[in-house]
């Protein structure tokens, strides 16, 4: 009994350390809030591991019941690898992260089926993190605390509002289940969090959590409290009824949703266009996907692409961006990974649901449905926080009661896949650990990047290009050091792989201006044209145009003027103090021709 006890113990603290990620923000680190919960995640793995395996090394062997879900786990993880860019190897750290989630996934299998208490504590640790980040985003509203974004008052411990709603909305169906199941103390603790989290969940302002908290939390009280069989009993009975009734259910669900776009009009316009265009990408793509890391220039290209023909219209092109996401997770994956790998995914998630109806774990199916609905017009799963608590609701729904078993063949099969699996996830956290100190030194030298201190730091940069360089806003960073330093050709070929990870025109501007330093005018009207095929209605590509026509060496009057009076003429998105010292500059060159 104490060596059980013992176990309970670490387990359960070793849960507590990954399910707190969402707290973590290192502010040492370079953008410490996601990279600063990707380090303490791997640590949190580490530690977790190594008490799976004290566990595993001195207790009986447990049955785990294979479930289909485990299979797609490791078809998924295979699909990454196979469409993976191993050549450009964009995302190392994203690989990683995906490799820890796998062997967090069958750890928590093995001991969830070996401990099944640990179900409701890991569910309680999830619903403290709500209470806990609710209270923080209070605090935020009533100017306590400092949220994580200048334009934002309320982010909890995330870097906007839209990730921490959608959190909120995830545990709500928890708290929800636990509030409407069980009795006296944790009936009262459940409502405590489900009222934190709904003062604070609407001036979060994003609709896709409002969709999710409903839809899950709808789910969860028809499952608990109503059900199959007196949903047919109340169909028998007013049968007559129930056509209308459900007409006008979906006539008041259809005013909601059109309530909802008309909130935020240009932002759901936004949407729209990222899912049209990702659409057409997959088309591109169907089978093999771009991989891990492949959205953003598959994104770009497709859109310079689609603005290039009739169908666009003058409102796409006014609303549209280059976002590092699809807002769409499926539609994500389906362009990374191929149809294929969409299909596995969205089976695995299906799977889970089930076998969570099953077991009659209706809160942690709540947990999944809500991030199931709120990853369909968003980014949950780009954020470690997400995919920790979806592997915790996973393994929750399918892990099923394990029986003891006898066969010493088969208890040491088992325990040496457990072992096994421990030790790769040390593997793994020493494979990643010179991210952090990578991490910090590029913090520090942001302080002198931001500073304008570039001959100071450039240097530094470079010494950093191996470690950090699938990261597109260090490349940035890295060239522009190179740049004003007058190294353009070695700026040109660092923005040339940041091109290849990401889809921000800056990129594309950055370049063109390092080619008009060398006199390569012709390619510097290249990237400049291109620029502007994926977003005709930025100001600024009109302007680097204007200014590389007025050279002497490549004057071109007709194309100048053209390009200058558009930036005279063309309409910003919003007015601001750089839009006016381009006119003004643009002007002055105009007079002097």
Known sequence: MNLKLLHIFLLSTAGIFLLCTPFINMTELANGLVTGKMCWFHLAMLFFSVCVFLMMSTQKGTAITSTFSDLLVLFFAVIVLITYKWSLNPEPEKLLFAGQLVILWFLLRYILTTYRELKFFFLFTLMLTGLVEAVWGMQQLHGHVYSHHSLFRLTGSFFNPGPYSGYLAVVLPVCLWTAIRF?????????????????????????????????ACGWVYWAERIGWEKTKAIYSRYKNVAVPFFAIVILLAGCAFAGLYGLKRD????????????????????????GLGGFPEAYAEMQGQYFG?????????????CPEYAFNEYLQIGLEQGIGGWIVFVSWLGSMMYYGIRNRQHGAVGGVLALVVFAMSSYPLQLPSFWVALMFLGAVCVTEKGTQRTQRARIFAEKLLTGLLALTAVGLFVGQKGNYEAYRRWGRMQMLYNNKAYESVAEDYHSLHDKLKHKPEFLFEEAQCLSKTGQYTEAIRVLERAKRLSGDPMIRYMIAKNRQALGDYREAERELLQAIEILPERLYPY?????????????????FRAAAGTVLTKEPKVESTAVREMRTEIKKILEKK
């Open 183 to 215: 009795q006296k103390g944790m009936h009262y603790f459940g409502w405590v969090c489900v009222g934190a989290i709904l003062v604070v969940l609407p001036a979060g302002m994003s609709r896709s959590a409002w969709v999710a908290a409903v839809v």
């Open 267 to 290: 932002s759901a316009d936004g949407r729209l266009l990222m899912w049209k265009v990702t659409g057409k990408a997959i088309a591109g793509h169907p089978v093999t996907g771009t």
């Open 309 to 321: 023909t009739e169908e666009a219209t003058d409102k796409e092109k006014r609303v549209a961006g």
């Open 543 to 559: 302007y680097l145009l204007a200014k590389l026509y007025a050279e002497p060496e490549f004057y071109q009057e007709d194309k």
